[in-house]
Structure formats: structure tokens, C-alpha cells
């Protein structure tokens, strides 16, 4: 009974601990809203801000992520939501960042793409967006400094079979709800499809999560074929049959690293795509794919989602030839992504903002073990094989 009281006491105390630490940067984000355009910064680290500019953007003017920047500084709170010094771009929204589909007989609908052989005609359209400030709608012109950002953007995706190509008076494929969650250095979306069209139609293909980061030089894919960094030109795709546990891809360059994990949930499950069928596809034109649909029907009343989140981050927690670690934000919570590249027994410091916080496991291989050393704010990890693991913050 002592020992148990001894043990209850000790937990007691590393939590009161970690809860009464101070960060040395702040979660709080900057935000300005001028017109359609919504701009954010925060934190990505110490020592370096992340920038987001949301606007109406590619062919189909939908609201998204348009821009992501690096931007350096040392000062605990983000500069201002419209930074106008240079910065280091990470992503650009020039082509699909969500999305698009392509039904057969019509070809690509939604995201980019414009009715097949006529520029002139979308594709898409975006319907309305909602900004939310700590859990408060807000309109117009404003600048604020908060711990939580949410949109919610309605679109419709029209049908593009060649007997429904007057968007104004055709078919509607579907309306497309998304919600982005940002926290610091991560953007969690949510998408969901309401089929509207009559006539039922054949997706052949619905990539979903797509990746544009800019100036990749390796990609990394837990799970799937590429276990260790990969030059881009060496990168290219494969089957579901052959990695059917693949959710996530890794991309890196110098300065930066950017990590596309899809959640095991709704496409995300890969029900929809047979084991012949293409899971992952990187490296084409400077983009990486994830697939969720292959031949599919859909009709009037059907639907469908997906969730996802994208990290970027100036440096790992530890990357070497044994391991890759780093932090992100899942379900809104604080999570750290364990990638082990071979057999290996590495001891993880712990960054101080995760110093003796209890922790569960949220996915682990069989091989991988993980045990918890307190008393050098550390965990040993061990690793039968090459194999994942990502463990999540109380």
C-alpha cells in the first residue's frame, strides 16, 4: 500500500511539474484578416516563425492555404500576421493542395482544373468560408492574437460528364466541406463530400491530400517503400498491396521538413482503393500524392471524408541513420512521430516542452517498445526493425 501511495505521489508531482514549466515560446497565434485574405504567424520553434496566408486561390478561386513561410525569430511571441520581410516559402497553392477528382468520361473536376479543352469555365466553386477565432465567428476586417484558428469553407464541385457541362443549369458532382484547424506549425483538415448528382458517376481517381512543398531534395515514407530518406529523382510510387499501413510521408530539404499524415479514418482507411492500386505517388510534377479513391461509384445521398495534418518544421527532434523524430499536433493534441530506419536502441532526449508529461500510445508497430525515463527526461526506444511508433501527450 506504501509503494502504490509512493508511485500515486510521484505521478502527481511530474505532472504538477511539467504543468507549471514555462515554454519558452508562446502557442498564442497573430492574425489579421484584410478583405479575402487571412494571414497568421506563430511559432514553429524558438527561433523561427511560421507564416500562413489563406486565400481564394488556383483555377476554381477556393479558399486554402496559399502560402506557408518560414520566417526567422528570436522573440518569444510571432511577428505580425502580415509579415512583409522575406522569409523562406514552403509551400505555394499554384496547383491542387485538396482535392481534385476525376470521373470518367469527364476528366478532373474541383481544385485546379478547368472544364476539359475550356479555360474559360471552372470547375468548382467556392460557396461561402467562416473564420473562427477561439471558438467566436468573426466578419470583416480584423487583428487579433489567439490560442485557437478554425475555417469552414463550402464548396461545390460540378459534374464534369459531357452531358452536364452547363455548371449553371448541369449536374452537381458534390458540395465539399472543409475544415482547417491551425495550431502553431500544423494544419489539420477535415474534408467531406455530400453527393449531389442524379446521375450517378465513376471517380476514377480522388487524391485528396497532396503535398506541394517547394524545393524538396528527399521524401521519406513510413510504412511504405522509401523507410530511410530517398533523393526526389529516386522517389516515385507504389501499391497498396505491397504497404498497406502507408499513411504518411515525410519531405525534406536544408532548412525545412514537411510531414503529410493521413488519419487512419473514413478514406483514410484505404477501403476504397484495391491492393492494385496505386496508395502513394511522389515526386510528379514537384508534388506527392496521396490516393483515396480508384473507381468508385457515387450517386445522389452518398458521402464521404477524410482527415489529415500537415507539420512543418525548421529541425527534428532527432534525425540520424537510426532515427527520425519530431513533434506535431494530432486531434489537438500534442503528439511526437517516432520513424525507426533500421534495429536500433536510441535514447531520446526530450525537448523541454515535452519534459516528464505523461504520454499514452496513439499508433505503434509490434516491434518498436518504448519505456519512459523520468529521471533523464528521456525515452529509450527500441526497435526490432525498421517500424513506426507515435506516442500522444495527456
Known sequence: MRKRTAFLAIIMFLSINAS??????TDLQRVKISGENLYISAKADSVTDICYLFRKCMFNKLF?????????????????????????ILNLAYSDNIGPFYISGGGWCGGNHSYKGEREKETAKNIKYNIYLNDREVRGDTSALVGKIDIKVTNIIYNPSPDTRDQISGDILCHEYVTYNIRRNNIEVTVRHKYDNEIPAVIKKYYGMQSMFENETEIMTPKGKYRDWTPVSEVSRFKKGEYPYFRRFI?????????SFLL??????HNEISDNDIIFIGNSYKKSYHTLIFDAKRKKGDT?????????????????AEILCYGGIVNDREVIFIDCKKKSNT???????????RFSILQKDKGIKIHPEWKNNSINIISADCGSCIIIFK
Open 20 to 25: 507549471s514549466q514555462k515554454k519558452n515560446i
Open 264 to 269: 487512419n479514418e473514413g478514406l483514410g482507411k
Open 304 to 320: 464521404d471524408y477524410w482527415k489529415g495534418v500537415y507539420t512543418w518544421f525548421p529541425k527534428a527532434i532527432k534525425d540520424n
Open 347 to 357: 535514447i531520446l532526449v526530450l525537448p523541454d516542452e515535452y519534459n516528464k508529461r
Open 251 to 259: 519531405e525534406k530539404r536544408g532548412n525545412a521538413y514537411q510531414s
Open 64 to 88: 486554402t492555404f496559399y502560402s506557408v513561410t518560414f520566417v526567422p525569430n528570436n522573440d518569444r511571441q510571432p511577428l505580425p500576421a502580415q509579415y512583409e520581410g522575406s522569409g523562406d
